[in-house]
């Protein structure tokens, strides 16, 4: 692994690119997913070599949070997997996978210290208090030699669930609209699903149209003369680093779709040129003097009231026309409950497939009562989070309220016994809550941090919550503080530092 070169997250390149993200040449078919802060980030994995991880920047993998080691550990990669702990302060922890095991009575949990261990894809790996897990990427998820199943769906494949009557019309209109080349805005919350209705709208163009290129870019994720480069392209020597011409964005998709996300972010200078491609279905590179024609379909989303920054002149409203030729508004998650079940099972059933596991939980009635009561302010995605989550800690063959993050199950009112309680208490307990910020102690109890099913994780959420104060937190677990004390060497967690006296 080029030391020189960081890898950068997934989510931070153009989708066009994301297979460059490694070296050039190689393969990308795994990641490193990082589950923390209630999101997850992916980092794309070279198929062989080695690649650092911790908290310095000078790691390959920087993961910023303060329970990682500067230098934590290296994955080793090839056809065998290997973890190797650098024996920093804080510990590695390993929790196998058990997907072929039906009944799991202990956690299968082993600490790593300064050795290096073989691991398999889909294991919860805990770098302090940070999960970290190897899967597979969606191109690898949908290369015909990729295992697993789906879960039955109105379009599994494409990961559409239309269960709730406002998405059936809102895709009826969809279909409507994309045979033409009319250009479409999509309406709707941050995660609701406005790439995969744009992904269905491109297929359901013209035949020689959805067999076209589909490009997508994420407007809000670059600075604006990386943006105009990326979108418009650029002639050779045009800026700095310039040593050979690119087609942009626009001329790579020449004869398909191009997908605008966050287009509301697009700057003022970015919108006029765009307004001028939409116009003359010609493109101009930076640096460029001859302009050259396109045949693109423009699709754009925004979460963003358009009208209203076309009103204080946030955004260009001759553009926002040109845009505007179809409106499509997507309902956020909280008004599909219909949707909430099937998309579950269909998260659950991709995580098996990105962990390389041949068993798919169930989803238990807890969970989708807990499911559908949640407000899910992050939408589509945070359910897909919450499932790769869930997945990622079960070791059984059903998904219980104990694999789902606390801020789900803290409100729950308790509930009857199931009729198959007895068996579930030989199911192994979940690993909990992604590590929490502190953020002091208000509104937090014995009897909250009780819900968490493993005792290591309390005690660190409740140091976390007390900012390192070992009596506040010892108060909160509702134990002695050199009860804690000795629980804090028996889990060989980090001792909080004192605070250095000023003078």
């Not at 080793?76 to 072929?100: C, I, K, M, W, Y």
């Not at 969606?138 to 494409?158: I, K, L, T, V």
């Not at 480069?229 to 191009?258: I, N």
């Not at 009635?365 to 302010?377: D, F, Q, S």
């Amino acid at each position: 692994m080029d030391r020189s070169r960081r890898i950068q997250p997934a989510s931070a390149v153009p989708l066009r690119d994301r297979a460059a993200a490694c070296l050039p040449g190689e393969k990308v078919l795994r990641e490193l997913a990082v589950f923390a802060s209630d999101g997850v980030v992916a980092y794309p994995l070279p198929e062989s070599g080695s690649v650092s991880i911790g908290r310095s920047s000078d790691n390959d993998i920087c993961i910023n949070h303060r329970s990682v080691s500067r230098r934590h550990a290296i994955l080793h990669l090839g056809p065998q997997l290997r973890l190797e702990d650098l024996g920093g302060t804080n510990a590695t922890f390993v929790q196998a996978s058990l997907a072929t095991v039906e009944t799991v009575k202990t956690e299968e949990l082993r600490q790593v210290s300064k050795q290096t261990i073989d691991i398999a894809p889909g294991e919860c790996i805990t770098l302090g208090s940070v999960f970290v897990v190897v899967r597979r990427t969606q191109a690898a998820e949908s290369s015909p030699s990729a295992g697993g199943r789906s879960p039955s769906a109105s379009d599994g494949s494409s990961g559409i669930v239309l269960r709730d009557p406002a998405m059936r019309a809102l895709y009826e209109q969809a279909n409507l609209a994309a045979p033409g080349r009319i250009s479409v805005l999509l309406l709707g919350e941050t995660g609701t699903g406005k790439e995969v209705l744009a992904q269905a709208i491109h297929r359901r163009s013209s035949p020689a149209r959805a067999r076209g290129p589909f490009l997508g870019l994420n407007c809000a994720a670059l600075s604006e003369s990386l943006l105009e480069s990326e979108l418009f392209g650029h002639e050779k020597g045009a800026f700095t680093g310039a040593v050979q011409a690119r087609p942009g964005l626009f001329e790579a998709a020449d004869g398909g779709t191009v997908f605008l996300d966050e287009v509301g972010e697009l700057p003022q200078t970015i919108q006029v040129k765009l307004l001028r491609v939409l116009e003359e279905h010609q493109v101009l590179r930076v640096g460029g003097r001859v302009p050259r024609s396109i045949d693109v379909r423009f699709l754009s989303a925004t979460h963003r009231d358009l009208e209203a920054d076309v009103a204080r002149g946030a955004f260009r409203q001759d553009l926002y026309f040109r845009l505007n030729g179809v409106t499509l508004t997507i309902p956020p998650l909280r008004q599909r409950v219909a949707d909430i079940a099937p998309l579950a099972e269909l998260f659950a059933a991709r995580a098996c497939k990105a962990f390389e596991r041949s068993q798919i939980p169930a989803l238990s009635g807890e969970v989708v009562a807990l499911l559908e009561r949640y407000p899910w302010p992050g939408n589509i995605r945070e359910l897909r989070n919450v499932m790769e989550r869930a997945v990622m800690l079960c070791a059984g063959d059903r998904l219980l309220p104990e694999h789902l993050p606390p801020r789900m199950t803290a409100g729950a009112a308790p509930r009857a016994p199931a009729p198959d309680a007895a068996a579930r208490d030989h199911e192994v307990k979940s690993r909990p809550e992604e590590p929490i910020a502190p953020r002091g102690t208000e509104g937090t109890t014995p009897q909250a941090l009780a819900s968490a099913p493993n005792e290591r994780q309390r005690i660190v959420d409740a140091l976390e919550k007390c900012v390192g104060n070992q009596t506040y937190a010892a108060k909160m677990l509702g134990i002695s503080r050199r009860t804690l004390v000795s629980k804090i060497e028996k889990y060989n967690l980090p001792r909080p530092r004192k605070p250095k006296e000023t003078s």
